[in-house]
């Protein structure tokens, strides 16, 4: 893709942002579970005309912990793929060394931010809520791929953060104000990281071959494929923690649907949103038009 990224203009971005946990959450800042903490445009659940207004309030909510969950868990894959790709050059470019290591402390951070606010979660909501995993053998699978292919998909994974926050919570006044601003400052650094990851995949293809390059997005599409799978195991288990949250007694076509509005909810938040959109794409069509081509093709399945 044509840009004027780099990463001294990254770096300088990233310390005039800075900010702390301990600022978001804690002590006095608790989540108001009057509130929703997802957009609609993410949550999806106002469709489904047979709960009421408190119950999709509910699986909004649910909706905001798998959130946490989702972040939480391919952040731990981002960590070290991050660090993996700092190591081999650790001098010579001050500011390249620099904005990689503070990329990979920001995503730490991230990790570390997302849990707390799981554990906010659980202590005010009431039931427990369950998600896929083990986180590390998630990260396993995906970091197995090609280098190429894996950055092709954090990328993805960096650019639908910015997304969310732009289209769905910044001018957004209905939600919790924890839950914004635990989004409004990822988003404030995820900024940064899209740069960085576009210099990152930048640097990888310099080092590709055109046969790695096919095989890189063999490596995209299984990655996600493997985290549409995980999603679909999701939205079973986000019915379960409804009906133990609500204490609902669904019938069969109504777990059926509920399970297909997440299912549908999910697949636009993580998959749909990345796969339209137009700065992914254009780095995709930078490496290989084809591709761009193929997951335009693919996309409408996750929008
Ligand atoms: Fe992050
Ligand atoms: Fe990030």
């Excluded at 990463?7 to 002590?27: C, F, H, K, P």
């Excluded at 909810?265 to 995709?284: D, E, I, K, Q, S």
């Amino acid at each position: 893709m044509q840009h004027n990224y780099s990463y001294q203009s990254a770096l300088t971005a990233s310390d005039r942002i800075g900010w702390r946990v301990e600022d978001l959450i804690g002590g006095d800042k608790k989540l108001d579970f009057t509130k929703p903490f997802m957009p609609e445009s993410l949550a999806q659940v106002k469709q489904l005309s047979f709960l009421t207004a408190q119950e999709q309030l509910t699986l909004n909510q649910i909706r905001g912990h798998e959130y946490l969950c989702m972040f939480g868990l391919v952040e731990e894959f981002i960590l070290p793929y991050v660090v993996d790709h700092a190591r081999p050059q650790l001098s010579g470019d001050d500011y390249r060394v620099r904005a990689l290591l503070q990329f990979a402390g920001e995503e730490a951070k991230h990790i570390h931010l997302f849990k707390r606010f799981r554990e906010e979660f659980e202590e005010g909501f009431g039931s427990k809520c369950d998600f896929i995993g083990p986180a590390q053998e998630v990260s396993r699978y995906v970091l197995s791929h090609s280098p190429l292919g894996v950055g092709i998909a954090i990328l993805h994974i960096e650019w639908i953060t910015l997304r969310h926050y732009i289209e769905g919570v910044r001018d957004n006044q209905d939600l919790d104000p924890q839950f914004k601003s635990l989004l409004k400052h990822h988003w404030l650094e995820e900024s940064q990281h899209t740069k960085l990851d576009t210099l990152i995949v930048d640097e990888v293809v310099a080092n590709t071959g055109a046969e790695q390059i096919n095989q890189a997005f063999e490596d995209y599409a299984d990655i996600g494929g493997f985290i549409d799978n995980g999603l679909k195991q999701q939205a079973e288990l986000a019915v379960e923690s409804f009906v133990r949250a609500t204490s609902r007694d669904l019938s069969k076509s109504q777990r059926q649907e509920l399970a297909a509005a997440v299912l549908k909810g999910m697949r636009w938040t993580y998959l749909g949103t990345g796969m339209t959109h137009p700065n992914f794409l254009a780095t995709v069509e930078a490496i290989k038009p084809e591709a761009r081509k193929q997951i335009e093709e693919m996309a409408p399945v996750f929008c």
